[in-house]
């Protein structure tokens, strides 16, 4: 006999399963990608750019979410 299960992560709660779903659609998001993108440069780069660290969530986020 045959036998399917629907459960994709067999064994974890749906805290965790929530939890993961939640950061996958996060971290597919645009902002979230420019985030990353400045916080992996250094900061000779930033300056280069004319930016600190302080200025990068205002740089993706907008200045009406950040004054």
Do not use: I, K, N
């Not at 006999?1 to 971290?27: K, V």
């Amino acid at each position: 006999m045959a036998s399917t299960t629907t459960d994709l992560y067999p064994g974890r709660s749906l805290r965790t399963r929530l939890e993961a779903f939640f950061l996958r659609l996060a971290e597919a998001s645009p902002t979230y990608r420019s985030l990353e993108h400045y916080s992996a440069m250094s900061d000779a780069e930033l300056a280069r750019r004319g930016m600190t660290r302080r200025d990068v969530p205002e740089r993706v986020l907008g200045p009406r979410v950040y004054t």
